[in-house]
């Protein structure tokens, strides 16, 4: 019962290639969002989507694109791969409606998808 | 300005003591919360605790527990009691509602590395 899962867990590949990383959550969550972390761990948001339609795409090069089929999922697909692509990616995803003492207000992480681009 | 400053890159702390991990944020909404995650050297994203805006009280959890200081927006995480297992990456995060799409963003520092010394 893993609430929030990615494939591939890890991935390498040559620069220029094209790959896609999936995201699937079965919190029912509206809102959905990719991370990047390098090598010095720092979190990068990417992407926020909320029920399907992107609302942020913070600076993100146009060989990133992602592609919500329905709410649950949240794909990523990179084109032409460049070897400062290289890092963690991060899935998550979070409510919409935020009720101020409850618990489960936070983010859920998957587990990441470690890209390497060589 | 950033949305959330954390000043320690390292610490250390001998187990057994307690250790405080500083975070400073930066909001004008009156409604937002403030989480802690921990990233072990395995990678994944551990979700510890979380405080509202309006919650009165310190948020605890066990050993951990959130210093929310609203006046001075600071929101230190204190581990007591460390344990060789805690020693990891801590992301101190805040989330802020966006009102224009009706969702909530999240902020994450840059993290402190905490090492647990024998």
């Known amino acids: 019962d893993t609430a929030v899962s990615q494939t591939p867990k890890y991935l390498v590949t040559q620069m220029g290639n094209d790959k896609s990383i999936k995201c699937e959550q079965n919190l029912g969550h509206d809102t959905m969002y990719w991370y990047k972390q390098d090598s010095k761990k720092f979190l990068k948001i990417m992407f926020s989507?909320?029920?399907?339609?992107?609302?942020i795409n913070e600076t993100v090069p146009n060989r990133f694109s992602p592609k919500s089929p329905d709410k649950a999922h949240l794909n990523l697909h990179i084109n032409s791969l460049e070897l400062g692509d290289s890092a963690v990616y991060f899935c998550a995803s979070s409510r919409k409606v935020v009720f101020q003492r409850r618990l489960d207000n936070e983010q859920f992480f998957g587990p990441g998808t470690r890209l390497t681009v060589l | 300005a950033q949305k959330i400053t954390q000043t320690q890159p390292g610490m250390f702390v001998q187990e057994k003591e307690a250790v405080t991990l500083d975070c400073t944020y930066d909001?004008?909404?009156?409604?937002?919360?403030l989480f802690w995650y921990k990233q072990p050297s395995s990678g994944e994203m551990i979700f510890l605790i979380y405080q509202g805006s309006y919650d009165e009280q310190n948020a605890t959890e066990g050993r951990y527990s959130l210093n929310f200081q609203k006046a001075r927006k600071s929101a230190n995480l204190v581990i007591s009691a460390s344990q060789l297992g805690d020693s990891a990456m801590y992301f101190c995060a805040m989330r802020e509602g966006v009102r224009r799409y009706n969702f909530n963003k999240f902020y994450f520092g840059s993290g402190t590395k905490l090492n647990v010394k024998p």
């Open positions: 909001t004008s909404d009156q409604s937002y919360g």
């Open positions: 989507y909320n029920n399907k339609e992107l609302i």
